[in-house]
């Protein structure tokens, strides 16, 4: 979609952010969300559609984070934009690495992401809860 704007967010649109956030319970962390200055929200007519932050760890790293668009909005580019806009921010501020935990591996690797990369992996402990 050509007349959606991909931009950073500003002050008060955080309940906007968290909304979005709240489609997706099952795939997005609900709780410790980054600073408003992390976020890019993509904007249509007026209306937030999508958003993703970038939280940057050190230099060395960075991750893309709670990537949601809005279901009317899905597979109509917002989210490659979100993603684009994060990687450009990592390239300008020098980050060598940005990371995405994600359950869909397909949209990230399709957006120059991989698995393996060097001899790095992500290994993951299922904590016991009860």
């Known amino acids: ?8 967010a500003v002050q008060g649109e955080m309940p906007v952010i968290r909304r979005l956030i709240r489609e997706y319970p099952n795939l997005l962390m609900q ?3 980054p600073r408003i200055q992390s976020y890019f929200v993509a904007e249509h007519q007026g209306r937030i559609v999508g958003c993703c932050a970038l939280q940057i760890y050190s230099l060395r ?9 809005a279901t009317d909005f899905v597979r109509h580019g917002v989210g490659r934009s979100l993603v684009d806009a994060c990687q450009r921010r990592a390239e300008e501020r020098g980050i060598k ?7 869909s591996p397909e949209f990230f690797e399709k957006n120059g992401f991989s698995t393996f990369k060097r001899e790095r992996i992500a290994l993951f402990f299922d904590v016991p809860q009860g």
Do not use: G, H, Y
């Open 31 to 33: 709780s410790d969300l």
């Open 61 to 69: 790293l960075a991750e893309i984070r709670s990537l949601a668009v």
């Open 97 to 103: 690495q940005v990371m995405a935990v994600t359950s």
């Open 1 to 8: 979609m050509t007349d959606v704007i991909v931009r950073p």
